[in-house]
């Protein structure tokens, strides 16, 4: 597909639409191939077309695929074309670069091939490590529910103010909080729950970080998911909790969380704090069992992942290239991910180092 022309006269301060806030800041983005080249990237604060924007002029002369899938849910208002626009602009000044965009939802697919941008529909949490979040049959739950969540207003905490038995695991983003106004978020947040367990320990720099395998510890000790807020992107910790074997309490969503949920053992509650602790006690009720929630979880999983590794191998045949990609998908997954979060520019001189070698 020929990639969509800009309108002739387009203004040219738009050429600068694609262009880093700071190439030195970090992004998510992987080479999934150097040969062709192709460059899995998200979009992000800073970043207008995830790493595209520090890469493309490095390579503005080679050939070169970035697929971007958006961080947070382009189905809001402005949001799709914002995202065009910018590619427009980016696609003028680099005119040997195809951009495919992957969406979370068909809704997000659909919004960018209305405006003639190839884009398919893949869920991000399909490219997300299982390993690590297991069910763990040696440990008794002893919380009702769980929600891994920033200390955010959007993720809306206040809705399980109900749960008797609450436990919650966070972070601090440095570029939503400084300390302080993490530490009185916090504050504000026991305040408002007293009941609840805060899972990470405050620090000096925010709060302690939690590794994935005593995040799993904290899932395992809990026998429902929760995920509270109106919009964002897929929601990592969705996907999460169903490798872990919970069962999951959402509220209605943009953004795709809900796309591996199934409603043996998932409900949409409506966003009040009597809704959500009747639907977490139903699910308690339910009780199905985790090994159960976590193999169909998987499955569904899988085939997503092949559609990918299909698609992106597809590139290569058509380029004519010899990389056999299921591979290195597989060794990327289990390793350092299909979406690290690095230095963009550490990364752009990686990759030009690795397709001039």
Known sequence: MSPPEAPADAPASERALWQPADPNAGSWSQLICADPIIVH????????????????????????HFLLMPAWTIEAPGHAQALTNIARSYLRDHLNHHVIFLGNTEREQQLMADVGFEAITLNQNCLLDDAPFQPLADIEPIYDAVYNARLSPDKRLQLAVDIERLALVYFNDPFEFTV?????????????????NFINKLTPEGCEW??????????ARSRVGLCLSAAEGAMRASIEYLFAGLSVVSTPSLGGRDHYFDDEYCI???PNPRSVREAVEALITRAVPREYVRARTVARVEVDRARYIA?????????????QFADRFRVLIHGQGILPWRSMSEFASAVV???ER
Do not use: C, W, Y
Request: glycine share 8%; no cysteine.
């Open 210 to 219: 939690l590794p994935a395998q005593r995040v799993n510890e904290v899932l």
């Open 180 to 196: 302080s106004q993490f530490h009185n978020a916090h504050g504000r947040l026991r305040a408002m729950m007293p009941k609840a």
């Open 41 to 64: 990237a998200m979009p992000s604060t800073g970043f207008p077309l995830g790493s595209a924007s520090v890469i493309g002029p490095r390579i503005r002369d080679r050939r070169a």
């Open 311 to 323: 698609f992106v191998q597809g590139l290569i045949d058509h380029a004519r290239g010899a990389a």
């Open 353 to 355: 180092a690795e397709v």
């Open 268 to 270: 949409i509650a409506e």
